[in-house]
């Protein structure tokens, strides 16, 4: 976020740094966790913060993926378009990070690991919705045709979209800010320990 401001920074976006920095030395013992004999099974987890940035509206993707317990891949972007409704922002995010999951398959079919039906955990009922439907109807007529994407892959049965509370919502870190309880509680349940 900080880096959007580089060609023109001001006093406010030096505190907001400075407080990134405080972060990051209080953390400089936290670790990922990678614990011995995991499964191989491969979840995604993915958000979309509607309208996020207040400057252009444009909603923040957030996505991670775990491969057994193990968190292996994580992102955070601005989407490149502004979505109409939290509906689209989340089929948009949701979306990419489909993407992702193939590569990952196809990265691990390298090793002889073959998975199929590799759930995308998401929080929006439309938005699941929205995949399961192959009707395209006028409430939808806007979302691009590359979005589409997403409904190819799971009729194919690459991966399956399911419904996750957002209390369980790993994604959910990469979107919003958070109080610092509810960002510790997630950052261990993505396996972000400390190293003692």
């Known amino acids: 976020m900080c ?20 972060y990051l030395k209080g953390t400089a013992c936290s670790g990922l966790w990678y614990p011995l004999g995991a499964s191989p099974s491969l979840i995604g987890y993915s958000d979309a913060d509607y309208g996020g940035y207040k400057i252009d509206r444009k909603s923040t993707s957030g996505a991670c993926h775990l491969l057994g317990s193990s968190l292996v891949s994580w992102h955070s972007k601005k989407q490149a378009c502004v979505a109409l409704s939290t509906t689209e922002a989340e089929y948009i995010a949701t ?3 489909c993407a992702q999951i193939l590569l990952m398959k196809q990265q691990l079919e390298d090793y002889n ?8 955990k998401c929080d929006n009922t439309s938005a699941i919705n929205l995949t399961k439907n192959p009707i395209m109807h006028s409430r939808i007529k806007h979302i691009e045709i590359r979005h589409h994407f997403l409904r190819d892959h799971i009729s194919k049965g690459h991966c399956e979209i399911e419904y996750v509370d957002t209390k369980c919502q790993l994604a959910y ?24």
């Open 3 to 22: 880096a959007r401001f580089q060609a023109n920074p001001k006093e406010s976006h030096l505190t907001v740094v400075k407080r990134i920095l405080k």
């Open 95 to 97: 979306r990419n990070y």
């Open 113 to 120: 690991i073959f998975l199929n039906h590799i759930p995308l």
């Open 173 to 196: 870190i990469f979107t919003k800010p958070l109080a610092k309880d509810r960002c510790y509680e997630l950052r261990r349940d993505l396996g972000i320990l400390k190293i003692s």
